[in-house]
């Protein structure tokens, strides 16, 4: 029985020490620069694109941000996309913890989730990559490129005001670089245990058109095949999944500048290969061909005043195709997801103390997954696609009542062909009480749509009258208040906040014997805190502390009081030796949890727990030039201390102490 008041620093118990002492030292150099004033704050305050669509200071948007740059992602040493967000507060980051579809890693936002993590919307330059199927997101089917990434904006909670339902508990959006930034040749090439990769990428001009092409391939052992130190030897508890993947990925982007107010992005990535999947459990990995594509075309003009209009138009493939063999049995596995999705948006300032934007969009789904899809009472395979429409209406309204207090207002009207119409506000207030130093109070509300999976599973209930309530969206309601101070080197936002959820969605049988589909309640409260410490010239810490606490009735057997680690940790520590050698060290800890329907554990314990666990990485770099080439070869080792842990369940197992090499050379 774990204690709920316990928190450890990498189980150390000095984690809140740690914050404290960050916290007093940056008072006491804020107390001795006499040079800091509101100017010096106000031009180094960063600028986030993400939270309300417009352009704000991240200490005047209407909700708690994480952002990512692109040093970071390089400095951390991460080989997936998905390990960045380990160092975001609050984030449960699991290794490929889902067990059919896709071997994939699930991201989550405290981690009240199911291994496909359907509660947080995920953008690539504005186009959400959540998939119609299962919810969630492919992280490794994902056409980007680590190094083509700009920054990652992460709102740490709600935000369905902007982006709609499925922006549940956070939202993240992935900015990649603008073609002119990337012109000239470039290559990267990783070599290591288990894991091999190339990316090459040219980027040209012509004209006003500037253009840029990435090509990489990547060859991902994954998993070790058997667990070190396994809780069980029976029941398949002891072995790994098959998770091997073959990938690869080529993306084009171009940017035309059509005159001096109009500009036109178009988009174009593809991500495909062969990959494994296998539960613990069988004997052989099925392989199945994996082949994701999307094309993308944005035109932008530029209006009097600041002012913008733009029209989005992007169309998304994804899918997999392989036959699952076992004996005389021969199991279709194919899907095939489409997306067409039509966005208009329109920026401006009705007055001089005021900015808005307003727009909205229309969205096409279609589904063909003949095993995933079939009648859950029949088991009769699906064999049309099931389509999903969705309208949306949308506006956010900044409003400056005075220099020092900003209100931001904001709402999503949304109509869907599974659950209807919705409206889910936002308001929250940002008061600059001294330089340097802002409280920002925000409650907003939001809505999960059932994925094509829970729509299939929940629909012949209700025609055959086991349940009387169709399936309808789960909800939140968040309540919170921030705060954003700077102390000379030091910045820091602290975070409160309770997150009220209800009509959560249940998928055992033991809801539908109770008549009730959306059986599921909980509370989440708790506080976190993100610190960047600019320790000296060359030298600086990022910390991230979460705390949190979950009440629940638990309905349906499930067990949300406990899906939520109490209290989840990360650091990132940097230094530059000189101007050619830089190193950096990474520290993760996440506390004991039991995740929703992870269904049970060895010896059928279905109130297990996987244990706190800890990791440590480390990445050293050497920067050169010869002639024009400038190059950097850096090693990176992952889970330095070898820890054989689990993540999600007590059958997913991380590798083990990994270490590879990366050159990368622009030519």
Not at 94 to 103: D, E, G, K, L, V
Not at 159 to 182: D, L, Q, W
Request: hydrophobic share 35%; proline share 4%; with cysteine.
């Amino acid at each position: 029985m774990r204690n709920p008041l316990f928190i450890s620093y990498f189980s150390s118990g000095h984690g809140l020490l740690g914050c404290a002492l960050l916290l007093s030292v940056g008072m006491a150099s804020a107390g001795e620069n006499s040079a800091f004033s509101e100017g010096a704050y106000l031009d180094e305050m960063p600028v986030v694109l993400s939270v309300s669509r417009l352009s704000q200071r991240v200490d005047e948007a209407p909700a708690a941000v994480t952002i990512i740059d692109r040093q970071m992602i390089k400095e951390s040493g991460v080989w997936d996309l998905a390990e960045v967000f380990r160092l975001v507060p609050g984030m449960v980051v699991s290794y490929h913890s889902t067990r059919a579809y896709t071997m994939d890693n699930t991201v989550s936002y405290h981690g009240l989730s199911d291994p496909y993590a359907r509660s947080m919307q995920v953008l690539v330059d504005g186009r959400s990559v959540y998939s119609p199927l299962f919810g969630g997101v492919l992280w490794g089917d994902i056409p980007v490129a680590l190094d083509d990434i700009e920054r990652i904006e992460v709102i740490r909670g709600p935000n369905a005001a902007s982006y709609g339902a499925n922006s549940f508990m956070g939202v993240v959006n992935i900015i990649t670089r603008h073609s002119s930034e990337t012109q000239g040749k470039f290559v990267s090439l990783t070599t290591g245990r288990n894991r091999e990769e190339g990316v090459a990428r040219y980027g040209g001009r012509n004209g006003d058109l500037t253009y840029r092409i990435t090509a990489g391939v990547r060859n991902d052992k994954g998993e070790d095949p058997t667990i070190v130190n396994a809780l069980s030897t029976q029941g398949g508890w002891d072995k790994n999944k098959f998770d091997d993947r073959k990938v690869q990925l080529f993306t084009l982007r171009g940017d035309y500048r059509v005159n001096a107010t109009d500009e036109l992005e178009f988009q174009f990535g593809y991500n495909g290969g062969d990959r494994q999947e296998g539960d613990a459990g069988t004997t052989h990995p099925f392989w199945k061909r994996a082949d994701n594509h999307f094309e993308q075309l944005h035109w932008r003009r530029a209006l009097e005043e600041g002012g913008e209009l733009s029209v989005q138009y992007y169309h998304g493939y994804e899918s997999s195709y392989g036959t699952d063999t076992d004996g005389a049995t021969s199991t279709n596995m194919d899907v095939i997801a489409q997306r067409h999705d039509l966005e208009v948006q329109h920026t401006f300032s009705p007055s001089k103390s005021t900015r808005m934007v307003w727009g909205g969009s229309m969205r096409y789904d279609a589904v063909y997954a003949p095993y995933y899809l079939r009648n859950s009472v029949t088991k009769v395979p699906a064999i049309d696609t099931k389509p999903f429409h969705l309208g949306r209406l949308f506006g956010n309204l900044e409003w400056r009542a005075h220099p020092d207090l900003v209100f931001n207002l904001g709402a999503m009207l949304e109509e869907n062909s599974f659950t209807g119409t919705d409206i889910t506000p936002r308001v929250a207030a940002n008061w600059h009480f001294l330089p340097g130093h802002t409280l920002r109070v925000s409650n907003s509300k939001a809505t999960r749509t059932p994925t094509n999976y829970e729509k299939v599973l929940a629909d012949p209930y209700l025609t055959l009258g086991v349940v009387k309530q169709k399936l309808r969206p789960e909800r939140v309601d968040s309540t919170e208040i921030g705060y954003l101070g700077k102390f000379s080197n030091l910045n820091v936002d602290f975070r409160v906040f309770r997150d009220e959820f209800s009509d959560l969605i249940v998928e055992n049988g033991t809801s539908v014997g109770q008549g009730n589909l959306n059986p599921g309640n909980a509370a989440v409260k708790g506080f976190e805190t993100q610190l960047q410490w600019q320790v000296g010239p060359h030298t600086r810490l990022v910390y991230g502390f979460s705390h949190s606490l979950v009440s629940s009735l638990n309905q349906a057997t499930i067990t949300y009081t406990d899906a939520v680690p109490t209290s989840i940790q990360s650091m990132m520590l940097t230094h530059r030796f000189d101007h050619r050698w830089s190193t950096s060290l990474m520290g993760y800890q996440v506390g004991a949890a039991h995740f929703p329907e992870t269904d049970s554990g060895p010896q059928d314990n279905r109130m297990y727990f996987v244990d706190s666990h800890q990791r440590w990485d480390a990445r050293l770099a050497y920067a050169f030039q010869a002639g024009t080439t400038r190059g950097e070869l850096a090693l990176v080792v992952q889970n330095l201390a070898d820890a054989r842990y689990f993540e999600f369940r007590h059958d997913n197992q991380p590798p083990g102490r990994s270490a590879w090499l990366n050159l990368k050379l622009d030519l």
